[in-house]
């Protein structure tokens, strides 16, 4: 993108340059070098014999006459408004002026005054234009703003994929297609127009298409769904006229659309009105879709992380007729990835990649590309030769917490108040069934707004939660508050986002779950991020009583309330280990989740 800009400033600064610099020549030539004096003063000098020579122009008079200067009488030139005199020439006679007439050519004035300009800014403008490569930015709006990458560029192939094993499957087809389309069209089947790639940001959706061209051989066109959109009507429309065009003349090809929702977002979506030229740029590449022949084996691949709010006539067969999900890697996946990243980086013998995969849940390739770069940086900047599981570790904490704040100075009151709340947590944490083990204690301040932190990693990938597991996450949340409470008669604000998350599950329970036998199995809140939108609903009040809201807030608070009242009983029992390992921790600061473990068994 910076690039796209560049070559929009640069010609139109030089433009203004160029049309500065007409203009000042217009005016150096425009303006007369004479010293300008009136009829009167003409005349005077005339009959003191001072005038030398005069020509006589159709509205003036120009010549020579000594008049005053810094060493007396010069010779200078003068220039004056001819008035209708039948004396002049008598005159100009009687005292013995030479004269002569001129008769004026304008055209000859134009063209120096104002062609010669406008033909250096002409020539300018050519120069830079040639410069940057490519015609005018005015004659060339229409054109695709694609980026071609061919076959020989494209280094890229199913090697530098993991974590993403049946997308990957899926794809190898469609490699299959571009590499022989007449085994599957001799059957009288069809290729697949499109492709779309589904998925979360940083699942590797460009790199799986990059991946396909890589593996086909074939050009790969590549550009974003907002470069078509621009401000002119008409403009997008025209530009997947050509991307199509430009695709069908480099056949076989892939057409990947970045970030396909910044160009295919349901029409009527928006309650204010649609955008008529992003609506007019959708209407031409369905047409485009439906017109193209795939037996020229062009095959356009698309990706999005926000389904639910493509035109429907986008994701229906004969337009993208393949949907693939490009998921979150689980733990094998993410290890693959992790394995993959690192092949460039020097690594200590103690890195264990299976372990890594287990400490990201959630992570995704761009997460994981990003861990094993910023251990490379702290091991670089320790001095470090190799990589070490240190710096990896670490690496996977700035990034789930935020970056260490030691030269954030909290009094003693605060730092007891931390060390209390995180150790609720993590002693909850140990006490209920089926919890995350707890990794890590810290009180040392991260990112923006942590004072301290429990770390808990899941022993494996989850994908169903139990309503016993839900409850045992809200008594955990609620660890830290009910361990101020016991300790300080008090509490503080560091609850807040505990009660969030806390409150944001017991409402999960009752009114998506069914979880609550007071309000039964009934729904009370549809998915909020459906897969794929038919109709947006714009209207977001509940579509149920008020007496039903006032039970639901009534059985959600009870739910907080009995985990609430659950913690409490869990620290009451555990008070003194509570008193002791809190001395521990402010003084070391930071508790490995082994350490702890072995802490809470003596104290216990």
């Known amino acids: 993108m910076k690039q796209t800009k560049k070559k929009l400033r640069f010609p139109i600064g030089y433009l203004l340059l160029a049309l500065c610099v007409a203009f000042l020549l217009n005016s150096l030539i425009t303006i007369p070098r004479e010293i300008k004096i009136d009829y009167s003063e003409f005349k005077d000098l005339l009959a003191e014999d001072r005038i030398k020579e005069v020509t006589i122009e159709k509205e003036?008079?120009?010549?020579?006459?000594?008049?005053?200067?810094?060493?007396?009488?010069?010779?200078?030139?003068?220039?004056?408004?001819?008035?209708?005199?039948?004396?002049?020439?008598?005159?100009?006679?009687?005292?013995?002026?030479?004269?002569?007439?001129?008769?004026?050519?304008?055209?000859?004035?134009?063209?120096?005054?104002?062609?010669?300009?406008?033909?250096?800014?002409?020539?300018?403008?050519?120069?830079?234009?040639?410069?940057?490569?490519?015609?005018?930015?005015?004659?060339?709006?229409g054109r695709s703003k694609a980026k071609i990458l061919p076959e020989d560029q494209?280094?890229?192939?199913?090697?530098?994929?993991?974590?993403?094993?049946?997308?990957?499957?899926?794809?190898?087809e469609v490699v299959e297609f571009l590499r022989n389309p007449k085994k599957f069209t001799q059957l009288g089947g069809k290729l697949p127009k499109g492709v779309l790639l589904v998925g979360p940001p940083g699942c590797g959706k460009t790199l799986l298409a990059k991946a396909v061209a890589g593996e086909s051989k074939v050009p790969f066109f590549s550009i974003s769904g907002s470069e078509f959109v621009e401000m002119f009507v008409g403009v997008g429309a025209a530009r997947v006229r050509d991307l199509f065009a430009r695709a069908l003349e480099k056949a076989p090809c892939i057409i990947f659309v970045d970030e396909l929702d910044a160009l295919g977002k349901a029409r009527g979506i928006n309650p204010v009105g649609g955008h008529d030229e992003r609506e007019q740029t959708l209407n031409q590449l369905l047409v485009e879709m439906d017109g193209f022949d795939t037996k020229k084996g062009v095959?356009?691949?698309?990706?999005?992380?926000?389904?639910?709010?493509?035109?429907?006539?986008?994701?229906?067969?004969?337009?993208?007729?393949?949907?693939?999900?490009?998921?979150?890697?689980?733990?094998?996946?993410?290890?693959?990835?992790?394995?993959?990243?690192?092949?460039?980086?020097?690594?200590?013998?103690?890195?264990?990649?299976?372990?890594?995969?287990?400490?990201?849940?959630?992570?995704?390739?761009?997460?994981?590309?990003?861990?094993?770069?910023?251990?490379?940086?702290?091991?670089?900047?320790?001095?470090?030769?190799?990589?070490?599981?240190?710096?990896?570790?670490?690496?996977?904490?700035?990034?789930?917490?935020?970056?260490?704040?030691?030269?954030?100075?909290?009094?003693?009151?605060?730092?007891?108040i931390v060390a209390y709340h995180e150790l609720g947590h993590a002693l909850v944490a140990l006490s209920v069934p089926n919890a995350d083990p707890v990794q890590k204690v810290s009180i040392i301040p991260r990112g923006i707004a942590a004072l301290g932190y429990t770390l808990q990693r899941p022993t494996e990938d989850r994908y169903l939660m139990t309503k016993s597991e839900l409850i045992n996450r809200l008594t955990t949340l609620l660890g830290g508050r009910v361990a101020e409470e016991l300790t300080f008669d008090e509490v503080s604000t560091g609850a807040q986002n505990d009660l969030v998350k806390a409150t944001d599950i017991a409402r999960s329970m009752v009114k998506e779950y069914g979880m609550s036998e007071a309000m039964g199995l009934v729904a009370f809140e549809r998915n909020r991020q459906p897969?794929?939108?038919?109709?947006?609903?714009?209207?977001?009040?509940?579509?149920?009583?008020?007496?039903?809201?006032?039970?639901?807030?009534?059985?959600?608070?009870r739910i907080v309330d009995e985990a609430h009242q659950r913690a409490r009983k869990i620290l009451t029992k555990k008070k003194k280990v509570l008193d002791k390992v809190a001395q521990i921790l402010l003084e070391k600061e930071v508790i490995q989740g082994d350490e702890l473990k072995r802490l809470v068994s003596e104290a216990g």
């Open 60 to 141: 003036r008079i120009t010549g020579k006459a000594l008049m005053a200067g810094d060493k007396g009488e010069e010779e200078k030139a003068f220039v004056t408004i001819r008035v209708e005199d039948p004396q002049l020439i008598a005159d100009l006679r009687q005292h013995g002026v030479t004269f002569s007439g001129k008769r004026e050519n304008t055209l000859l004035n134009s063209l120096i005054a104002w062609v010669l300009p406008l033909l250096l800014i002409v020539g300018i403008w050519i120069f830079f234009m040639r410069r940057v490569g490519r015609g005018p930015e005015f004659m060339s709006v």
């Open 154 to 172: 494209l280094d890229v192939t199913f090697d530098d994929v993991a974590g993403v094993d049946e997308a990957t499957e899926e794809l190898k």
């Open 299 to 416: 095959i356009l691949m698309a990706a999005t992380n926000r389904p639910e709010i493509l035109d429907p006539a986008l994701l229906r067969p004969g337009r993208f007729d393949r949907h693939v999900l490009v998921d979150r890697p689980d733990i094998k996946g993410r290890q693959a990835i992790l394995e993959i990243h690192a092949k460039e980086v020097k690594l200590a013998k103690d890195v264990d990649f299976a372990a890594l995969a287990g400490m990201t849940p959630g992570f995704v390739g761009a997460d994981l590309a990003n861990v094993i770069n910023e251990a490379a940086l702290l091991a670089a900047r320790r001095g470090e030769k190799a990589v070490r599981m240190a710096e990896m570790e670490e690496a996977i904490e700035r990034i789930v917490a935020g970056l260490e704040k030691k030269t954030r100075v909290m009094n003693k009151q605060e730092r007891r």
């Open 531 to 557: 897969l794929y939108l038919q109709t947006a609903p714009f209207s977001s009040s509940p579509e149920y009583s008020e007496e039903t809201s006032r039970a639901i807030d009534a059985e959600i608070k």
